[in-house]
């Protein structure tokens, strides 16, 4: 049992929330293992954490931009300095295994750097004035403070691609993270700040999301909401939001596929729906959790994905003989073994797993056995996101009917297809409904370059990564300057 404390960080001191009831914060792996101690904040904390960002907000708007880029290149340094720490705390607080944990820590180094350079290119545009003698040009503005409330399931790597646009678009921050990884995101903080941050302009507030979250989302001089979660609160967020006239974005949920026809690589579409699927415990929203298999794969697609099943050792992540973690939490793993007992009162046909693991010291964690299962395209468990390490098998005649199965969900996230027919690439590419589309590769993974984020009820607002994250944290002004020493004469429109 540990009495560690993790604090907010407001104005350039870490200081404890008002509350009274403290977080418990346990390894999933043991849930007799106390690690730390989450504060508990209230509105008042988030009052505080927003009125210094106020009063940073000025200072910091008129750092030139390359300067804080500089500052959040230098956090990216730092990032990968501490990598090995970083990620065994993740793994602690979060339950993936080591590598992917340390593997997280050096994407999110990666996305800080990227977005550093963009700090040298947050470029307006000259346009030609209908009118003479006038110079028109646009230029972007920092929103003020923004909020900022992330998830648990990628707790390093999602705060900083968030962090850093906003204070690279000249913006202060209010962070909220996960009350289930206090640790991992005080340590996100610690970076940024020791990299240079000024007082007041990051600040950090842990505790629960119906108090302290809320309070962010209400706040009247919160200018914008960046959130990552579940799609129920997304929605209320981003109606909340609009009603009080607010900026909101929203990355949401997934119910990605993987679509193996007839002439594709099966040992390939099995080793990357493993991946997809049973990889971070299928927590991640990036997660493969159907295969759309056409009949002539399906034999041998069915028996490499349960060998691949068998193959997964749950576990400790600090353990190296673990190749897959536990669930989070409590009320994720109850979510998961809820969906289990669903899809077999469906009638899934259950190839392997389906259960709670159990095995030696694995029943005192939050342990699920990887799953694969044969369901109907109507099933709950072939239409809803579960997160956590269970795959519905989903048969198909032909191409067409694998793209119709794949777009009857109400997400848009991610997909993949494994062919070896190009015409039957760009269909794919024209026809799937999915922010992203991978071909002949898993579901999961993105570049810092290229903008992250889904179709339908996947997302709200502007991409994240990319360039199109910069312009959700900025506004636009457009500018005319008269050179012609005199008073214009005609329509102006």
């Not at 545009?125 to 992330?150: D, H």
């Not at 193996?260 to 997660?287: E, Y």
């Not at 353990?319 to 077999?344: A, H, N, W």
């Not at 799953?371 to 109507?378: E, F, N, Y």
């Amino acid at each position: 049992m540990s009495d560690r404390q993790f604090l907010n960080y407001i104005d350039g001191a870490w200081v404890p929330g008002s509350g009274s009831d403290p977080i418990a914060d346990l390894n999933p792996a043991d849930l007799r293992k106390v690690i730390g101690y989450c504060t508990d904040s209230t509105a008042a904390d988030v009052d505080a954490a927003v009125d210094a960002a106020q009063r940073a907000f000025p200072a910091w708007r008129a750092t030139p931009a390359p300067v804080r880029g500089r500052i959040c290149r230098d956090a990216a340094r730092l990032f990968e300095q501490r990598a090995e720490e970083i990620g065994r705390v993740l793994t602690m607080e979060e339950g993936k295994i080591l590598a992917e944990a340390q593997g997280e820590v050096m994407k999110g180094a990666t996305l800080v750097e990227w977005f550093s350079g963009e700090s040298r290119r947050l470029n307006g545009e000259t346009v030609p004035s209908e009118m003479p003698n006038t110079f028109a040009y646009t230029k972007r503005e920092p929103l003020g403070v923004v909020g900022l409330i992330t998830p648990w399931n990628f707790p390093m790597a999602i705060p900083a691609w968030k962090i850093a646009p906003a204070l690279v678009a000249g913006n202060t921050v209010v962070l909220k993270g996960a009350e289930q990884t206090p640790w991992v995101t005080e340590l996100v903080v610690r970076a940024f700040l020791d990299a240079g941050v000024p007082p007041g302009v990051l600040n950090l507030v842990q505790g629960r999301g119906a108090t302290a979250g809320a309070r962010l989302v209400d706040h009247p001089h919160v200018e914008a909401i960046s959130f990552t979660g579940s799609t129920e609160i997304g929605h209320m967020i981003y109606a909340r939001g609009a009603s009080l006239g607010k900026r909101v974005q929203c990355e949401l949920g997934g119910k990605n596929p993987i679509i193996v026809l007839d002439d594709g690589d099966i040992a390939m579409a099995v080793a990357a729906t493993a991946k997809g699927g049973f990889g971070s415990t299928g927590q991640r929203c990036t997660a493969t959790s159907r295969a759309i298999v056409q009949r002539g794969a399906l034999d041998a697609f069915l028996a490499g994905i349960t060998e691949a099943a068998h193959a997964v050792v749950p576990g400790d992540g600090l353990d190296p003989r673990s190749t897959m973690g536990p669930s989070v939490d409590e009320d994720q793993f109850g979510k998961v073994q809820e969906y289990l007992q669903i899809g077999k009162d469906e009638g899934a046909d259950v190839l392997v797993g389906g259960a709670r693991a159990t095995a030696g010291d694995l029943g005192h964690g939050l342990f699920t056995q990887p799953t694969v299962w044969v369901a109907d395209r109507s099933m709950r468990v072939a239409r809803e996101e579960i997160f956590g390490p269970v795959l519905s098998v989903v048969a198909v005649d032909s191409f067409e009917e694998a793209i119709a199965v794949a777009n009857d969900v109400e997400y848009g996230l991610t997909s993949s297809v494994y062919t070896r027919d190009v015409n039957r690439v760009f269909q794919y590419v024209d026809q799937i409904e999915t922010g992203m589309l991978h071909v002949n590769s898993p579901t999961i993974g993105g570049e810092a370059q290229l903008p992250f984020g889904g179709m339908k009820k996947t997302g709200i607002g502007p991409r994240e990564m990319g360039t199109q994250a910069i312009d959700f944290f900025c506004e636009w002004k457009t500018v005319y300057i008269d050179y012609s020493g005199g008073l214009r004469e005609g329509n102006l429109y």
